[in-house]
């Protein structure tokens, strides 16, 4: 198992940027896909974006594609999600997840496939 922490999240004004982390401890990222998901109270929890360690391999959610980009650092152990104009409506509560995988068959954007998960970090979008 591998433990997951977020941090970065808060209070933005609409349009603004945010940097959101998800450092791994306990063991390293190496071998996992790691998600970003989202969570407004009342609604399902969505994936937002995906990035396989090894390769590098990413997917969005077709909502943020343009907008937001995941990223990771291999010296840091850390994945990022990086937020670009954001509005109002985006102020759920954000989840970093991760799957250890055997081989690489496409980055996992369901919920259930991830077995591993951070807290949550609060990211609030002021109008």
């Known amino acids: 198992q591998v433990q997951l922490v977020e941090s970065g999240g808060g209070l933005v004004q609409a349009g603004g940027s945010l940097r959101l982390s998800c450092a791994a401890s306990g063991r390293t990222f190496t071998g996992y896909i790691t998600g970003w998901f989202r969570q407004t109270p009342g609604e399902e929890r969505e994936f937002v974006a995906g990035?396989?360690?090894?390769?590098?391999?990413?997917n969005y959610a077709d909502s943020v594609k343009g907008r937001f980009t995941i990223s990771r650092d291999t010296a840091k152990n850390t994945v990022y999600l990086q937020m670009t104009s954001l509005q109002p409506e985006h102020t759920p509560l954000y989840y970093c997840a991760a799957k250890r995988r055997a081989s690489y068959s496409g980055i996992y954007t369901a919920k259930v496939e991830y077995d591993n998960w951070g807290q949550g970090t609060q990211v609030t979008v002021s109008s």
């Open positions: 990035i396989d360690w090894n390769g590098g391999y990413t």
